[in-house]
Structure formats: structure tokens, C-alpha cells
């Protein structure tokens, strides 16, 4: 079965920076695309960034320039570096791996607290 876990969250002021980890249980190789998704209390479930098997990269307009997704293809883990944070950007950080056959696995999300 496969299993994403997320880690790298936590309570930072605004302005700091954390990164955050998505590992899997399988090879980056298999994969068609790992996005970053984040929820805030009360709202509906948002897109962040994307990272292609290509290794080309997409970000939401609202973190362009202050997030960086990348992957490390010898760990099975794509990461979320944010800088610049803001306290809109709390909310609970899910990954979604979407393979080469079109299934998507969801971790279960970590938590960041951006404080003013």
C-alpha cells in the first residue's frame, strides 16, 4: 500500500520560512506529478504548486515567488520550501502523488501556523 507522509510543519512568524516533505513508499519514477494542496479553516481545499515528472514547476499566483517545489528522485520525497510567510498562508499542507496510470494518493497533511 502506498503511504505519503508529510513533515515540516510547525508555528513560524511571518516573514520566516519552513520546508516541508512529502515522502513515498514508491519511486518518483512511477509518478506523473506530486502537487502541494493546503486548506484553511473554513475554505475549501487549494492548489499550491506542482512539480511534472519533467521536473518543470507551476505555482498558484498567491505563493509565486516565495514557494519552491522540488524533489530528491534518491529519496522518494518532494519538498515545499517557503519563504516569506504570511499569516494567510496557514493552513493544513497536503501532497498528492498522481502516477503514470492516473491514481492519486493523498498524505495526510502537517500543519503550519504562520503568526503576525
Known amino acids: 500500500q502506498v503511504q505519503l507522509v508529510e513533515s515540516g510543519g510547525g508555528l513560524v512568524q511571518a516573514g520566516g520560512s519552513l520546508r516541508l516533505s512529502c515522502a513515498a513508499s514508491?519511486?518518483?519514477?512511477?509518478?506523473?506529478?506530486v502537487d502541494w494542496y493546503r486548506q484553511a479553516p473554513e475554505k475549501q481545499r487549494e492548489w499550491v504548486a506542482r512539480?511534472?515528472?519533467?521536473?518543470?514547476?507551476n505555482y498558484a499566483d498567491s505563493v509565486k515567488g516565495r514557494f519552491t517545489i522540488s524533489r530528491d528522485n534518491a529519496k522518494n520525497t518532494v519538498y515545499l520550501q517557503m519563504n516569506s510567510l504570511k499569516p494567510e498562508d496557514t493552513a493544513v499542507y497536503y501532497c498528492?502523488?498522481?502516477?503514470?496510470?492516473?491514481?492519486?494518493?493523498w498524505g495526510k497533511g502537517t500543519q503550519v501556523t504562520v503568526s503576525s
Open positions: 514508491l519511486s518518483v519514477f512511477s509518478i506523473s506529478a
Open positions: 512539480i511534472s515528472s519533467g521536473g518543470s514547476t
Open positions: 498528492k502523488w498522481t502516477t503514470i496510470f492516473d491514481k492519486d494518493y
